[in-house]
């Protein structure tokens, strides 16, 4: 089990949650993660054979909605809440895929 | 001579349908309630007076007219801030949603409205609903009444403050681990988290999603029924949410509520040594109680107990890290961007701004755990065994209609006292959790103090979907142990608090 | 090493928009074109409490799609939620289906120069739509998240394709059935069908893969072949000057006529499946099961094969007449209404000739055409009875698709009824006959193509409508005699 972290492991996760860490919250972290991992080792424990994964707490099954239009929120009010927009579009910095020639 | 504040939401409901009393002016001395003692609590984030006393208005002049607004018409409370709510503010206790203004109301809140109740204000909160103490807020501490210097609880604890200290008549919180109920133990006052899926979850910010449950938080326990009576039931919004009749909660409470020939049953493991002795002591003169009123008292195992732990702190952050993935700036809330910051780069600033250091963590563990290469081992784990957990509760219900223990191992502690480190912070919880794991009805019932003071609770636990068992237990209880006198006013009331000033009525 | 000693293996993962009127899980509008940000709820923002609700129709469309590709259709499926950061994806995860997706096996039959081939199916699966990114000069870029949510059907193939010329015939299977079904009208163009191409090569013979690239950005058919052969061309190139193939993403660049290499700043997606909470287990029961079994149209092979085999049609004319279903439905009504399968084949020419020559010109769909089946039935009939000339008929024809009217009305009020009576024909040949000496002189002294001269005058003296086979009957009788 992975019960100790490396500052890289860390920085991966950082990256891949989109979370801007400062190098203490980077070692804090690695602290407490490598922490409660290993007490979630636990768990390896406990005999789970033949056990089928609990999804719902309650047992039920999709219920579908018929295939109807409901009114949709006015586009104005709905950019006017972003932090940036342009006309009744969202503004964000540039989206970049950058493609280089063969 | 109760003032209007103190009376229970059943009682001020009754007094503004007999014109007794006008909304506007039991909107009115909650407002003055709050303002005179909130700053030393901070229960409340927002206060909406204009808000709360138009729709006052609106109520007295539709009873003038001989309507009836409903079975909350002019009864102010309050909402956890959790909780959407249509034109007022909602942040959900986090700086990243500081502002935001929601275009839609929520479910239950949307149900409560309709039933006449009047929206004081958002209530404080941990942020995002994760914490045990609010004390992560992004907002500032709330305070426990009993006593300033302690936590009230949390997430909930704004919600369960502010109900006991009579800011509003009741409240709604949400419970995912045991947020509506330890917070009430620790306050002193009612929770209720119904089964899951009982109570709509649109509009309520998700946390993790297959826990997360909104309940009543209240003074008395028929305020609890009649407030789950109003919110509960199928909701087209919500694909998780029961269809199911809703029983009349409220009736099943006020009937000569008895527990004569039900079997109550004790679990070893929550008895086992993890509580403070005071608890302990409350909570076994309440046994005592039940059995004098004609319960039977029986002592069942649920024997994966010490596991529900780790398997909520591994299934709750990986549904959070995945929930908490909308939060990025672009479409509403705050975003971090200075001119010339990249995409990555916006994302990862707001993101790394916006959250307080608590979410961070679940948000860290949880993508941990749902990695490929790791998800066998931590979240598809944990789900096995939860599927344990709730067998062990199924395999107990079949020799007991309820389950009885103590709702946290210890008292409100003291802020500060368990910040520094989450795994302490986490484990007491261990008596609430296995509820929300097992999908399970569960309630705080208030049930002694401490030597110092300070509110103790119990737990009830019911089967699914049987709400009016518990309940009914509840009342039963409350009634023989004589905790509210006859105007529903509690009989016991956090003492460094100013009398809450007196209104003819 | 020539190219053909080089085996191009291609698999395709095709989006197909399903047409319903709301979003796959709220009930925005799905419609095209509309302003931005105009259609969309919270649940289609990702707005903080928001909670999806599945489209039954959306599952109706796709379980048509599994039944008539024959896949094994899973009877509790999940819904699985994929992250990734994006901005275009409003909740930072699409609701999609991973381990458990609604059907899977399968096949798409084609024929690719009149060889008949199947592309087995490895799944198909239903998520979500995102929303459109418009990249623009300058620091930003705008967001649309109008098409975020719209349901879509992905429809993932073995790698058993095994030319681009294939992979196009692919395409076209695919958008003919989807239209057929009534799931998507297929639009490449608006984006209703989008195509994503996994090419590989190998040394003819091998068994091994070679590495493959991912081709993207293919937006009509033309450049689904076209993109395809480039990139076949590209790696045999780099393999034979003794280079390696990188596993990579590349964008179309349709003006360039080439592809570029995507690189993008993360490394290889880690998508953390896991179920979606907020969506229970997705039940399809016997009843549900059932309707759509009876729903299934026939499709468009067993409709050629039919037309060939059982009517006779030649191979192209089948072809057309099943390309589209309304078309096919159309031809079927007619030959009903004939009653004969010996109607096949006129009709079959009267639609190709004439009636797609009128709605082609009209830009009119099939649905919308004037004449009804069984009217062109009746037309072919009475062409058949001799009431009418085939000449005629087709001004007949003309009359019915400008007004809608039925054949033998429209030969009634025109007194168009061809004439077939020998005695008035006989009589009016006479005098025309008469009239002409000169060429009758002609004629009988050897110049018998003078035939034509003589019945052209008779077809002038009655307005066209005289028999024309009678006709020239009667001339030679007379003309003889």
């Known amino acids: 089990m992975a019960a100790l972290l490396n500052r890289e492991e860390v920085e991966e996760i950082a990256l891949l949650a989109r979370l801007a860490l400062t190098d203490d919250e980077i070692e804090r972290l690695r602290g407490d993660l490598a922490a409660i991992l290993a007490y979630m080792d636990t768990l390896q424990d406990v005999d789970t054979t033949g056990v089928a994964p609990m999804t719902h707490a309650v047992p039920m099954h999709l219920r579908l909605r018929a295939d109807e239009v409901d009114a949709s929120l006015p586009a104005e009010q709905v950019v006017t809440s972003a932090p940036a927009y342009v006309d009744t579009y969202f503004e964000v910095p540039k989206i970049i895929d950058t493609a280089t020639g063969e | 001579m109760p003032a209007p504040i103190q009376l229970s939401a059943v009682e001020q409901a009754r007094q503004i349908k007999a014109r007794r009393l006008s909304a506007r002016a039991l909107t009115e001395a909650h407002l003055a309630r709050i303002e005179a003692i909130d700053a030393r609590i901070g229960a409340f984030l927002r206060v909406d007076a204009a808000g709360a006393l138009a729709r006052a208005d609106a109520i007295d002049a539709a009873i003038a007219r001989g309507e009836d607004p409903g079975p909350l018409a002019g009864v102010p409370i309050a909402l956890k801030d959790i909780l959407v709510t249509q034109g007022l503010e909602t942040t959900a206790g986090s700086r990243i949603l500081a502002g935001w203004v929601p275009p839609y109301d929520g479910t239950a809140v949307a149900r409560l409205r309709a039933a006449g109740a009047i929206v004081l204000g958002k209530l404080n909160l941990d942020e995002f609903a994760m914490g045990s103490s609010n004390e992560n807020s992004a907002f ?74 909104v309940g009543p938080m209240a003074r008395t326990v028929e305020d609890a029924a009649l407030l789950l009576e109003i919110i509960a039931g199928r909701d087209p919004h919500d694909a998780t949410s029961i269809d199911a009749p809703v029983p009349a909660y409220r009736d099943a409470v006020t009937s000569q509520a008895s527990v004569r020939g039900l079997t109550i049953g004790l679990p070893d493991e929550y008895f086992a040594g993890g509580a403070d002795p005071e608890v302990l002591a409350a909570v076994e003169e309440a046994v005592r109680v039940y059995q004098r009123l004609g319960a039977e008292i029986v002592r069942v195992s649920l024997p994966h107990t010490a596991h529900a732990l780790p398997t909520y702190y591994l299934l709750a952050p990986a549904e959070a890290s995945s929930n908490l993935a909308r939060y990025d700036g672009v479409r509403y809330g705050q975003r971090q961007a200075q001119p010339g910051t990249s995409l990555l780069d916006m994302y990862r600033e707001t993101r790394g701004a916006g959250f307080g250091t608590e979410v961070k963590r679940r948000i860290m563990l949880g993508t941990f755990a749902l990695r490929s290469g790791y998800y066998d081992a931590y979240y598809a784990k944990a789900q096995k065994v939860r599927a344990l957990i709730h067998r062990d509760f199924e395999r107990a219900f079949e020799r007991v209609d309820l389950l009885l223990s103590p709702t946290t191992p210890t008292a409100a502690f003291a802020l500060g006292e368990k910040t520094q480190n989450p795994l302490d912070m986490y484990r007491g919880d261990i008596f609430t959790l296995g509820c929300n794991l097992a999908g399970l009805p569960g309630m705080n019932v208030p049930c002694g103090f401490t030597g110092a003071g300070l509110p103790v609770g119990m737990q009830l636990l019911a089967r699914p979907l049987d709400e009016v068992t518990m309940l009914r237990a509840a009342a039963a209880y409350e009634r023989e142990a004589g905790t509210l006198d006859e105007r529903g006013v509690p009989v016991r009331q956090p003492p460094g608090l100013p009398a809450p000033a007196e209104v003819s009525l | ?116 081939h199947s592309v087995r199916l490895t799944r198909i699966h239903l998520e979500e739509d995102a929303g459109k990114s418009i990249h623009q000069p300058g620091a930003t870029s705008l967001l649309d998240l109008n098409r975020a949510g719209v349901p879509l059907c992905e429809v993932v193939s073995e790698p058993d394709i095994r030319s681009a010329e294939e992979a196009a015939e692919y395409m076209r299977a695919l958008h003919q059935l989807v239209r057929y079904l009534g799931i998507s009208d297929g639009d490449m163009e608006k984006g209703q069908l989008r195509c994503d191409a996994n090419v590989s090569v190998r040394p003819r013979g091998q068994s091994a893969l070679g590495t493959r690239t991912e081709l993207k950005n293919i937006n009509s058919f033309r450049f689904v072949q076209k993109a395809i052969e480039h990139e076949i061309a590209r790696q045999i190139r780099v393999l034979e000057s003794g280079g390696r193939i990188v596993q990579e993403t590349r964008l179309w660049d349709a003006d360039a006529g080439l592809s570029r290499s995507m690189r993008s700043k993360e490394e290889a997606e880690d998508y953390r499946y896991f179920p979606d909470p907020d969506l229970p287990v997705l039940v399809v029961d016997d009843e549900l099961f059932e309707a759509m079994r009876q729903r299934l149209p026939e499709l468009p092979m067993a409709r050629y094969r039919r037309y060939v085999d059982a009517w006779g049609l030649a191979a192209d004319d089948a072809r057309v007449l099943t390309g589209e279903r309304s078309l096919s439905d159309f031809f079927d009504a007619a030959v009903a209404a004939y009653g004969d399968a010996a109607g096949a084949k006129p009709l079959a020419n009267w639609i190709q000739s004439e009636l797609l020559r009128e709605l082609n010109r009209d830009v009119r769909a099939v649905d919308a055409c004037p004449i009804a089946p069984a009217q062109l039935a009746a037309l072919v009939r009475l062409v058949d009875q001799g009431a009418v000339s085939g000449k005629i008929a087709k001004q007949v024809f003309g009359e019915m698709y400008r007004t809608g009217a039925a054949p033998e009305a429209i030969i009634e009020r025109e007194g168009l009824t061809q004439i077939s009576d020998e005695a008035a024909l006989e009589g009016i040949a006479r005098s025309v006959i008469e009239a002409n000496p000169g060429q009758a002189a002609g004629y009988r002294s050897g110049k018998t193509k003078l035939i034509g001269f003589f019945v052209g005058q008779v077809m002038k003296q009655t307005g066209g409508q005289a028999n024309p086979q009678l006709v020239n009957q009667v001339l030679e009788r007379l003309l003889a005699g």
């Open chain 2, 140 to 213: 500032g501490p709330c305070r426990n009444p009993w006593d300033l210097t302690r936590v009230p609880g949390g997430s909930s604890g704004g919600s369960a403050a502010a109900v006991v200290s009579f800011q509003c008549a009741a409240a709604l919180g949400t419970d995912t681990g045991g947020s509506i109920r330890q917070p009430a133990a620790f306050c002193g006052i009612v929770g209720v988290k119904p089964t899951y899926g009982r109570v709509s979850r649109y509009g309520v910010i998700a946390f993790a999603s297959s826990l997360d449950q």
């Open chain 3, 1 to 116: 090493m020539t190219a053909s000693a080089w085996e191009p293996v291609i698999g395709l993962e095709v989006h197909v928009q399903l047409g319903t009127a709301s979003k796959a899980f709220s009930g925005s509008s799905t419609r095209f074109g509309a302003e931005p940000n105009s259609l969309t709820d919270p649940t289609v923002l990702g707005l903080p409490g928001s909670l999806p609700v599945f489209n039954r129709q959306a599952l109706e469309h796709a379980l048509l799609l599994g039944l008539a590709t024959r896949c094994r259709i899973r009877r509790e499926s999940r819904f699985a939620r994929k992250h990734y950061f994006y901005p275009d994806l409003p909740k930072g995860y699409q609701i999609s289906q991973y381990d458990e997706p609604l059907c899977e096996g399968g096949a798409i039959e084609l024929s690719v120069g009149g060889a008949q």
